[in-house]
């Protein structure tokens, strides 16, 4: 049986146009996304994003817009399901309190799941140390957004 898997991200940046990015490895598999993930049933797109800011923050959010909703098929890398993602613009109400990093993956714990944040300039975006498909498709669209600037 497939599914719809209906997942919804933000990307917050910051005064010196850099975006919030994800490392996250979950039982030895690693991947860097945008902060963000998958909606509960009965949960709307805005309130999935605010709870998962929450949730990997621990930040309250501002949402400014829509920016992406995927237009091509994916599927999960965990499962069965097709996988639709929605992406916003997102703003911090006040300054986030983690620890920043500066090089992928680096993570302060063992487990099976970790997670560790960096800021990265949205113009050095790497799209090849981007995961997901839909995710370095919006990493690009970021790139050429803030190229044409």
């Given at each position: 049986?497939?599914?719809?898997?209906?997942?919804?991200?933000?990307?917050?940046?910051?005064a010196d146009n850099?975006?919030?990015?994800?490392?996250?490895?979950?039982?030895?598999?690693?991947?860097?996304?945008?902060?963000?993930?998958?909606?509960?049933?009965?949960?709307?797109?805005?309130?999935?994003?605010?709870?998962?800011?929450?949730?990997?923050?621990?930040?309250?959010?501002?949402?400014?817009?829509?920016?992406?909703?995927?237009?091509?098929?994916?599927?999960?890398?965990?499962?069965?399901?097709?996988?639709?993602?929605?992406?916003y613009l997102v703003?911090?109400?006040?300054?986030?309190?983690?620890?920043?990093?500066?090089?992928?993956?680096?993570?302060?714990?063992?487990?099976?799941?970790?997670?560790?944040?960096?800021?990265?300039?949205?113009?050095?975006?790497?799209?090849?140390?981007?995961?997901?498909?839909?995710?370095?498709?919006?990493?690009?669209?970021?790139?050429?957004?803030?190229?044409s600037r």
């Amino acid at each position: 049986m497939s599914y719809f898997n209906v997942r919804v991200y933000g990307l917050l940046i910051n005064a010196d146009n850099q975006v919030l990015v994800s490392d996250e490895e979950e039982h030895g598999f690693r991947f860097s996304k945008f902060p963000g993930g998958g909606l509960e049933f009965g949960e709307g797109l805005i309130d999935g994003l605010k709870r998962e800011f929450m949730e990997e923050c621990n930040a309250e959010i501002d949402v400014i817009s829509h920016f992406y909703t995927t237009d091509f098929f994916e599927k999960s890398s965990f499962n069965e399901s097709q996988v639709i993602s929605v992406y916003y613009l997102v703003k911090e109400k006040h300054p986030l309190e983690l620890a920043f990093k500066t090089k992928i993956y680096d993570f302060d714990a063992t487990g099976e799941l970790l997670q560790a944040f960096r800021w990265v300039k949205v113009a050095d975006l790497n799209i090849g140390e981007i995961t997901f498909r839909t995710d370095k498709t919006v990493a690009q669209l970021l790139k050429d957004q803030f190229m044409s600037r």
